[in-house]
C-alpha cells in the first residue's frame, strides 16, 4: 500500500489517503511517486504537486522496519509538509523550540528531566515563559 498526503494552503496535510501500489507503477513497472500523484490528480481533482508520498512506516528519521525513512515521518491531518527539508513535521509547540531536521521533531531549548519518584517516572510540562519543564504535582 502507498500513502499521500494532500496539501492545502501552506503545506499544511489536509488528508492522507491510501492507494494500491500498483496506482504507482510507470511503464517499466517499477514504483514512482509522480505516476501516484498524476493517478491521484485524475480522480480527485486536485493538482499533483499537492500530492506527496508518506511512509506509515517512518518516524523521528527512522524507518520501523530497518528500512529507508521517507521525509521524516508519517503525514498526520494538520501536519507541515517543509519543502526546503523534504519532511513532515507537526505544529511547533512553542516559538522556543527548534526543528531537528535529522529527526523531522521540534526539540525544546533544554532537554526534559527523567526523575523517578518511588519508581515511577516523574511528569513534566514545557513553561514557555521560564523555558524550563515543571514538575507536574498530583
Known amino acids: 500500500m502507498a500513502h499521500f498526503a494532500k496539501l492545502g494552503i501552506n503545506g499544511k496535510v489536509i488528508g492522507v ?3 494500491g501500489n500498483g496506482d504507482m507503477l510507470n511503464a517499466d513497472g517499477v514504483e514512482d511517486e509522480s505516476v501516484g500523484q498524476q ?3 485524475r480522480i480527485h481533482g486536485w493538482p499533483a504537486s499537492m500530492w506527496i508520498q508518506t511512509s506509515y512506516n517512518t518516524g523521528g528519521g527512522k524507518h520501523r ?9 508519517y503525514a498526520g491531518v494538520g501536519h507541515i509538509y517543509d519543502e526546503d527539508n523534504d519532511i513532515f513535521i507537526a505544529k511547533q509547540p512553542y516559538a522556543s ?4 531536521t535529522t529527526t523531522a521533531r521540534w526539540e525544546s531549548p ?3 528531566p527523567s526523575t523517578e519518584t518511588a519508581g515511577k517516572p516523574d511528569s513534566y510540562n514545557w513553561n514557555e515563559s521560564t523555558q524550563t519543564w515543571d514538575k507536574v504535582v498530583a
Not at 522496519?65 to 515521518?73: Q, V
Not at 523550540?97 to 531537528?100: A, C, F, I, P, S
Open 97 to 100: 523550540w527548534t526543528l531537528n
Open 17 to 19: 489517503l491510501t492507494m
Open 110 to 112: 533544554t532537554p526534559r
Open 39 to 41: 493517478y491521484l490528480e
Open 65 to 73: 522496519l530497518g528500512g529507508t525513512p521517507l521525509r521524516g515521518n
